[in-house]
């Protein structure tokens, strides 16, 4: 299996139908009575110099997909292909090799140093361990890495504890450099530091893809960076893609009412400009007992209001949200946090497919919203 260089109009890395499952062990002989689904089945690709944004709430499945791709947590199923070939089925001295090209810049730059090491060393160990360079040369390679992150040669013999938290950051991204790699999952890089650090690291990251070529999966909270530094944006919920397209068309025109929330949610320069807040209902479930149908219908507005238009027999002319298919029009009564209230059949029992909505390349699971 060979890591053959890849055209520009071919995907780096594809991920398709990824899961990953950690058991849940109870009583005394520590039995499997179920599974917390961190990650549901999530597709998506990535070619060359391009970058995914992946957003979602705080255990959305977020991190663990991208420690799932770099098999830093075993995947339970689904495939990831790098290069044309299976990832996954790489073993031993074969899998030591191309581990190089993919690379990972952790979300807690102090917990992701070795205390003990010093910086030089923490940079300088992959490269001596791969074969690249030893001696002199390595440390002329240490060098060339911290003064490209904008550090001094000079750091390469203090220890972590004597950096700042945006400095640990770049001594991370500058370890993640070092293999010269083609992939990298930026874990949250820039969510623990100040705003004018953020800014910083991500003009290096922008200028380092522009160089390298260095495909990301960039992993985050913040609504306006992902927007800024993605070229595509896919929002997860629950372990799945739910809403997936170019950042400037899915933030413009989100098509899944969980980026509506998300979106409402973003603060905003100018306040008189904010429009309504969006607030999901009920509780977010767990993901050892997810709901039935549509993973969002218990918190979903659109559902919620489409189904009060239903069930008040609301000319489809005159509703706000328009139902021309007739299986939509049919209303069930579910319970989540404490209340009581009626959504869309279908919402509540089936599960809808990431398909495209009003253009190929912007895919939603949504009944609803065309």
């Known amino acids: 299996m060979s890591a053959a260089a890849s055209t520009d109009g071919e995907a780096l890395l594809q991920v398709r139908d990824l899961r990953t499952y950690f058991p849940i062990k109870r009583g005394l002989l520590s039995r499997t009575v179920g599974y917390i689904k961190a990650v549901d089945g999530v597709s998506f690709e990535i070619k060359p110099g391009r970058t995914l944004g992946l957003v979602g709430e705080?255990?959305?499945g977020k991190t663990t997909v991208g420690r799932s791709i770099l098999r830093l947590v075993p995947p339970t199923s689904g495939s990831v292909t790098y290069r044309g070939n299976d990832f996954l089925a790489y073993r031993g001295e074969a899998l030591r090799r191309i581990r190089r090209h993919m690379q990972i810049i952790f979300q807690d730059p102090v917990g992701s140093l070795n205390p003990r090491m010093r910086v030089g060393n923490i940079i300088g160990?992959?490269?001596q361990a791969h074969g690249i360079a030893t001696g002199l040369k390595k440390n002329e390679l240490v060098t060339s890495l911290l003064q490209r992150v904008g550090l001094d040669a000079s750091d390469a013999h203090k220890y972590p504890?004597?950096?700042s938290g945006g400095q640990r950051q770049r001594i991370g991204i500058a370890r993640a450099l070092a293999l010269s790699?083609?992939?990298?999952v930026c874990d949250e890089p820039v969510s623990a530091l100040d705003v004018s650090i953020q800014s910083q690291i991500l003009n290096l990251l922008a200028d380092l893809r522009a160089e390298r070529n260095i495909a990301y999966l960039f992993i985050a909270h913040n609504l306006a960076v992902v927007e800024h530094f993605s070229d595509e944006v896919a929002v997860?919920?629950?372990?799945?893609?739910?809403?997936?397209?170019p950042a400037r068309q899915l933030y413009s025109n989100p098509k899944h009412p969980y980026t509506m929330a998300l979106l409402s949610a973003a603060p905003e320069p100018d306040p008189r400009q904010k429009s309504a807040r969006i607030v999901p209902g009920g509780e977010v479930p767990s993901p050892a007992n997810p709901p039935s149908?549509?993973?969002f219908h218990?918190?979903?507005?659109?559902?919620?209001?489409?189904a009060r238009e239903v069930d008040a027999n609301v000319p489809p002319d005159k509703s706000t949200i328009p139902l021309p298919v007739l299986d939509l029009r049919q209303t069930t009564e579910i319970e989540s946090g404490g209340e009581r209230f009626r959504v869309l059949s279908k919402c509540a029992t089936q599960?809808?497919?990431?398909?495209?909505?009003?253009a190929p390349d912007h895919l939603s699971a949504c009944w609803v919203i065309r």
């Open 161 to 163: 504890h004597e950096f």
């Open 125 to 127: 160990e992959p490269i």
């Open 236 to 245: 997860m919920y629950l372990g799945r893609i739910v809403e997936k397209a």
């Open 293 to 295: 149908g549509c993973p």
């Open 181 to 184: 790699p083609d992939f990298i």
């Open 298 to 306: 218990p918190r979903c507005h659109i559902t919620r209001q489409a």
């Open 58 to 60: 705080s255990g959305c």
């Open 351 to 358: 599960d809808p497919p990431l398909e495209p909505k009003g």
